[in-house]
């Protein structure tokens, strides 16, 4: 779906897009769903399977107060060609986050898939968090393109997961469900945002040094 903005004038304007997977919806038995969704930056021909995607499973034990992220899988992710202008499989990585209030914490990282739209990651992390933080705690997770030696790693995009002060729609959902069933990992596919030009939304301008994780692990 295309969320539309109309001015005074009564001009039309794309402001974004929403895309709603049907495959599990009952239509048979039930005649209304309601659901909470982020609104997505709209790229023209990307409904129906262009948008990014990532596969997160995330449980928290407050027993040992661990916080663990799995980093499963992409879908989906390209890049431009500045000579050809044509998509190509770009080579990727995922940066995890943890905050506390606005404040970066903690910062992780998976190692670099080569030429792949659609990586297969695999790798986990745990995180120290204590269960009276538990409501304060957000994970942002940004994909990164690996880019020359010369130049700046590029961010395809990202999602937050965390309460309703850090996240919306499946984010905040997902960190809901996290809370709701302790000790077990809650897998769900999460869209990534594009990251604003003007100010770093996931880190809250503030870009920690990201050490190697000895804690990661592939499975």
């Known amino acids: 779906m295309k969320v539309m903005n109309i001015d005074v004038n009564k001009k039309h304007r794309v402001i974004g897009q929403v895309l709603c997977s049907l495959t599990d919806m009952d239509f048979i038995n039930i005649n ?19 948008t990014p995607e990532l596969l997160l499973s995330i449980g928290f034990n407050p027993t040992i107060s661990r916080l663990t992220v799995n980093i499963l899988q992409g879908k989906n992710f ?85 309460g309703f002060m850090f996240a919306r729609g499946k984010g905040e959902g997902h960190w809901v469900e996290v809370k709701k069933n302790i000790k077990q990992q809650i897998e ?9 030009k003007k100010k770093d939304q996931c880190s809250g301008g503030f870009t920690p040094r990201i050490e190697p994780d000895s804690q990661s692990s592939y499975f």
């Open 188 to 196: 769900m596919w999460h869209t990534l945002v594009e990251k604003s």
């Open 32 to 50: 209304k769903f309601e659901m909470a969704s982020d609104i997505a930056k709209y790229t023209r021909g990307s409904v129906g399977g262009g």
């Open 78 to 162: 390209r890049k431009k060609s500045k000579e050809n202008h044509e998509n190509l499989e770009p080579n990727t990585y995922a940066k995890i986050l943890l905050g506390n209030h606005t404040k970066v914490v903690k910062a992780k990282k998976t190692v670099v898939v080569k030429n792949c739209s659609s990586p297969e990651f695999s790798e986990s992390f745990h995180f120290k968090v204590e269960e009276k933080d538990f409501d304060t705690t957000s994970i942002t997770v940004n994909i990164m393109e690996e880019m020359s030696l010369f130049e700046r790693d590029r961010t395809i995009g990202y999602c937050v997961i965390g």
